[in-house]
């Protein structure tokens, strides 16, 4: 917004026009160069309690930090985007859709559908609480290449990893 200003100026005849653009340029480049830093600077922040989250499993021992980074990650929105990856996951798993570019283990992941349809139905159910670190152990299914979801060595581990999913969500560490 201060970045219109001295265009402005330039354009009234205030100063010469070229100044305005050059200063208007300068304050554009400056705002773009301070959000990088702040977008830096909150995934580092995330990063940082996202490691304490995966350590502490008790949330009265979590820090501020750690705390609002699960109520983030425990929120309706992320939660129903989260479940979406989920079920989108699930429907690329179809026999009836041909491969495409997604290293996902189909031949291993395939016969755990259902669980992952459970998986997503359970971030989709807003009135049954979530933990911060169980969601991120969802994320961590979704998005690792060490994920049993994408590896071709461990391929055995995908049911064992989506029921520990399942598991990590409740806060009483049960699927209840």
Known sequence: MVGVLPLALGLAGAIRPLSGLVFAGIFALV??????????ELNSLRRKADDE????RDRYLVSALAAWRSDELTSAAHRKRLARSVARTAHDLSPA???GASPLNRVAAR??????????????????PVVGSGVLKVQELLTSPDSPLYRREGSDRVRAAIVECLHALSPNGGTS
């Open 53 to 56: 989250l995966r350590r502490e």
């Open 97 to 99: 859709r041909l491969p």
């Open 111 to 128: 016969p755990h559908v259902e669980l992952l349809h459970e998986l997503a139905h359970r971030l989709e159910k807003l009135d049954r």
């Open 31 to 40: 705002g773009a160069v301070q959000a990088a830093l702040a977008q830096h």
